[in-house]
């Protein structure tokens, strides 16, 4: 069911996936600029996803929002939408995959546990990675712990490593720990959505922040479980604030909204993303098809850009 299944020759199919929590601030715009932009450079298309995998942060409101703000600045999508919240059986059925294949184990433990765990001298894996408190753990013990709660369902990864290329970063090489496909109240992890999503609407690139180049290595080793399609990877720098750190919404006005009660419209916060990219003049009003016409990769810069009013 999840197997290769033979994408256009030589298309490219780039996505935009928001999960509509809230408004996008500048970066996330900047990112979204920047895979219309990678997409429409070799003739390809950019398709949305609204990633409401999680029902208690997603709403229509923030959806929205998010739509629209999008749309004012000259980014639009082709090709089919894809809705995480209406994808739940294909979830559970990779699940069953993974797990048919001996892949999934159950995981008892909390989150202060985990890191309770990771944190013991003895114990030598990156920040955040699982131990493997579970792994072995006999059906007596199983049975033991769900009497106390309900068990997430992690993967069996047995902290293999994993290279791949990011076409801004070069070659990585990344340890993939047991992580959680599904938690413990039932919902299937955004790690396993996305590479399904992925595949079902043809992706073939994927350009996000830089801030998810760490874990991608997870979604490598998932498309191979499930004898997915690989896709390129193009991780692009973040937007900061003033003080180096990623912006957020607690910066101030650094949504299209709040920006415009400051009286910049879309276009001038189109053109101020434009000069953190290399690709337009402090004070010039562009286009997509502006930055289009004089977009090239290998010139974008690698470093983080700053966001200041």
Not at 13 to 42: E, F, K, Q
Request: aromatic content about 6%; proline content about 5%.
């Amino acid at each position: 069911m999840f197997g290769n299944t033979g994408f256009g020759d030589g298309e490219a199919i780039g996505r935009y996936a928001p999960s509509p929590s809230g408004d996008l601030h500048v970066g996330n715009l900047r990112t979204a600029m920047l895979a219309w932009l990678s997409a429409h450079d070799v003739d390809g298309e950019l398709r949305l996803r609204i990633d409401d995998l999680d029902p208690r942060v997603s709403s229509a409101e923030h959806e929205a929002s998010q739509r629209t703000d999008l749309a004012a600045l000259g980014i639009d999508f082709s090709g089919p939408e894809l809705r995480q919240s209406e994808r739940t059986e294909v979830y559970l059925t990779a699940i069953q995959q993974l797990d048919d294949a001996e892949l999934l184990y159950p995981c008892f433990c909390s989150r202060r546990e985990v890191r309770e765990a990771a944190a013991a001298p003895h114990v030598h894996l990156p920040d955040g990675a699982y131990p493997g408190t579970c792994r072995d753990l006999s059906s007596a013990d199983q049975a033991r712990r769900a009497e106390d709660r309900p068990a997430a369902m992690r993967v069996r990864a047995n902290n293999l490593t994993v290279d791949y290329v990011d076409r801004n970063f070069g070659k990585q090489s990344e340890l993939v720990d047991d992580f959680v496909i599904q938690r413990n109240d039932g919902v299937p992890s955004y790690n396993l959505a996305t590479v399904l999503d992925d595949d079902e609407q043809r992706i073939t690139e994927v350009v996000r922040g830089a801030d998810l180049l760490a874990g991608t290595a997870r979604h490598v080793w998932l498309r191979r479980m499930l004898d997915l399609r690989p896709v390129e990877h193009a991780h692009v720098p973040l937007v900061m604030n003033t003080e180096g750190e990623r912006l957020a919404k607690r910066d101030g006005a650094v949504t299209l909204s709040d920006l415009a009660e400051l009286g910049m419209d879309a276009s001038a916060v189109r053109s101020k993303l434009a000069v953190t990219l290399n690709l337009a003049e402090p004070g010039e009003r562009v286009t997509m098809d502006d930055l289009l016409n004089r977009y090239d990769p290998t010139t974008l810069p690698l470093t983080p850009a700053t966001w200041s009013q």
